[in-house]
């Protein structure tokens, strides 16, 4: 079974602080992604990597930064957290090829931002 | 504006009726369509998934449809269960396959 872990399921921060979420998995999988879940808008990508050290922007990159220094971590960082990233993050991974890109979730982090 | 929209944020049904969700999309270019359900406190898991050269896809209880010249697919769960009360999202593949946009997901509930 493949698993994604994220490291934090509640987390709350005040405003302007840095903020880290780790993700990990253990599939050996190339793509990672970083979401953010709103009520009615969905999930949208924040940031995707398809190698290490690699990254692509997605829809709302905006007041986030990612990282992966590792194949099985991708950590995506809140440099001065504001309210408005109060929000459900879900990190996912997947297969480079194949599958046809079935990405596999961790069970989100919470966070609240006061 | 949402490439993928599922317009209705909700529906009940009653246990052992059949539940249909409904997503359009308006890329034409996209062939290739997923569904992923979502209990609350776990992530979004696949459900199933339909290519665009197929109209129709089933798995036991759960079949996909798709309407390409309505850029239209529907999920229908017969027979609907409690346990299938979660919020489920739609999502279509990028043609580099590797990039999913998803919709704003609809909450089932199943009642007893």
């Known amino acids: 079974d493949v698993k994604v872990t994220q490291s934090s399921r509640y987390l709350v921060k005040r405003t302007g602080e840095k903020v880290f979420l780790e993700c990990v998995q253990d599939m050996d999988h190339e793509n990672m992604f970083w979401y953010r879940q709103d009520p009615g808008l969905g999930l949208r990508l924040i940031y995707f990597?398809?190698?290490?050290?690699?990254?692509e922007k997605g829809d709302i990159p905006e007041g986030y930064s990612v990282s992966r220094e590792k194949k099985e971590r991708f950590s995506l960082i809140l440099e001065s957290a504001s309210t408005n990233q109060t929000s459900m993050y879900l990190c996912a991974s997947s297969l480079q090829q194949g599958s046809k890109n079935i990405q596999y979730f961790g069970a989100g982090t919470r966070l609240s931002v006061l | 504006d949402q490439q993928v929209k599922q317009n209705s944020p909700s529906l009940s049904v009653q246990e052992g009726r059949i539940s249909i969700l409904n997503c359009d999309y308006t890329n034409s270019m996209f062939d290739y369509f997923l569904w992923y359900k979502k209990y609350p406190a776990e992530g979004p898991t696949f459900l199933i998934s339909?290519?665009?050269?197929?109209d129709k896809n089933e798995d036991g209880r759960f079949t996909v449809f798709l309407n390409k010249s309505a850029k239209h697919l529907s999920l229908h769960i017969v027979p609907s269960q409690p346990g299938d009360s979660a919020v489920y999202f739609c999502?279509?593949?990028?043609?580099?396959?590797?990039?999913?946009?998803f919709g704003g997901g609809t909450r089932l509930m199943v009642k007893p």
């Open positions: 990597s398809y190698d290490v050290k690699m990254k």
């Open positions: 999502a279509e593949l990028n043609n580099a396959g590797n990039m999913l946009t």
């Open positions: 339909i290519s665009s050269i197929k």
